[in-house]
């Protein structure tokens, strides 16, 4: 379970035990229900990370709702993470995080085609291997908190949990034009796990 989860978890089982000792049955179940589903949220299950050299990740759990090539050959890839996916964010190459840049803006819900463009995010810029790719962090409707656990300069290793998504988001990946994509629009895929894309 992500550390994030705490700071919600804790307060919900301290209420819901005051709740259950003051002979208040029905808010202290509504109150462990909470808690039980903060848990399931902020779960952060071991993925086995394919080990293959030139392969690119998924940064997230979630579904492909977008696969766009710009004129320039870059493609971007998008994921949308509904409210019962994993939030846990994963790096898709072995590399150095380059660039983290904080960008406030709107809260569309996150399958909006402008959420990528308009709502508020973290883009992070990695490289490693020959490869120079964009991570953004989208926040949703719901998601209000985009949370990145790297600085720039540090590296990180392919499938390594980097950040979270707080309650439903998006996640877009941009990759250069030497990056061939193995998924298509409607594939279910998760962070760290599922291989997204090869370098050609």
Not at 97 to 122: H, I, M, P, T, W
Not at 159 to 175: A, C, K, N, P, Y
């Amino acid at each position: 379970m992500a550390s994030d989860a705490y700071r919600f978890l804790i307060p919900l089982m301290i209420l819901g035990g005051l709740a259950a000792f003051f002979s208040l049955p029905v808010l202290a179940g509504i109150l462990f229900l909470l808690a039980v589903f903060t848990a399931f949220f902020f779960r952060n299950p071991e993925r086995r990370i394919p080990g293959a050299p030139g392969l690119v990740v998924s940064p997230a759990d979630g579904k492909v709702v977008k696969i766009a090539r710009r004129a320039d050959g870059e493609q971007t890839l998008s994921i949308f993470l509904s409210i019962f996916d994993i939030h846990i964010n994963r790096s898709p190459i072995d590399g150095v995080l380059e660039d983290l840049l904080y960008k406030r803006g709107k809260f569309k819900v996150a399958f909006d085609e402008e959420a990528s463009r308009v709502n508020e995010q973290n883009i992070l810029t990695i490289s490693g291997g020959g490869v120079r790719l964009v991570v953004k962090q989208v926040a949703g409707m719901i998601a209000r908190r985009v949370i990145c656990w790297k600085k720039p300069g540090e590296p990180v290793r392919r499938g390594e949990v980097i950040g979270l998504i707080r309650f439903g988001s998006r996640v877009d990946v941009v990759v250069p034009e030497g990056v061939r994509i193995l998924v298509k629009v409607g594939d279910r895929v998760k962070g760290g796990a599922s291989v997204i894309g090869e370098c050609v």
